[in-house]
């Protein structure tokens, strides 16, 4: 029998898009519930137990409720939600974040995916914390903008109807964000990131980038020792790509929406070897929310984990 996938709050718009990505996929069926009984918690229930893998793309407070609802051992909850990636006994589902990350999703049955920006952040900085380039009581400064769907329906609908004309917008000016603590939390710093997010008047597509002042480092490293560590990271990942140092000395400029539509991710490294710009391109939708989903249910599932993906 084939592996039953149910998404919880599949009408939405990282739902949408994991039905997208699992449409057509004959090692799995994707199971649905009736319109009508989408807020019915008896249903809804009966749904999630059945199935062997449900992903819930709900707010915070309804995936609670909804992980309060399993009895069944044996079904994997992957939640798309910022409820439980800080939370004990949940496996935070970034399977490049580290060599074992595989074989903990691969066994787990409660499994947190990241969220958009700490995907970039966390990609672009833990290799170094580990590697003792960036001490772990550093001051790090992460700069990020994403495309106006990273919002939700709230603010897609104010962008979309001309609610707004704003073309470019800060926010979180108070350094209240939900997603600091596991930035903080998997890149095994000592204190919480300076975070400054922004949003962009493009529907997708984001940029996480990380400013590292070499010549303050106590590691003294240079523009090409960090280029090593994170190239290292990551060989031989199917979706993120280190650019070459020739490749980012060639680019004059870069494009948020470039890794659209697909679960890619892609890490520069520009600067010099005073002051190196570390940048990190991805799909809000894709590897920073939607595909990321999708891929840990393939490792979750035993199935190709780049089953249904774009890299």
Known sequence: M??????DGEAGTTGLQIADRLKGRRDLELISIDP??????????????KADAVILCLPDDASRLAVSLVTNPNTVVIDASTAHRTSSGWIYG?????KAQRASIAAATRISNPGCYPTGFIALVRPLVVAGIIPADWPVTVNAVSGYSGGGKPMIA?????????????YALGQQHKHPPEMKKFT??????????????????????????LWALPSKAKRK????????AYANERFIKVATLAEADAIKSLDAEGCNDTNRLEIYVFGTDEQAR????????????????VQNLNIA???????GLVA
């Open 158 to 170: 104010e962008f979309e109807e001309r609610q707004t004309e704003d073309n470019f917008r800060i």
């Open 225 to 232: 020792d960090v280029h090593k560590v994170l190239t290292a």
């Open 301 to 307: 599932l035993g199935l190709d984990e780049g089953a």
């Open 188 to 213: 095994g710093l000592s204190h919480t990131p300076m975070f400054t997010p922004a949003v962009g008047r493009y529907a997708q597509g984001m940029i996480v980038e990380v400013p590292l002042p």
């Open 278 to 293: 570390l940048v990190a391109r991805l799909d809000n939708l894709g590897k920073g929310a939607s595909g990321a989903a």
């Open 94 to 98: 970034f399977a490049e974040m580290d």
């Open 2 to 7: 084939l592996p039953k996938v149910f998404i």
């Open 36 to 49: 009508d009984k989408r807020k019915d918690v008896d249903a809804r229930a009966a749904m999630i137990n």
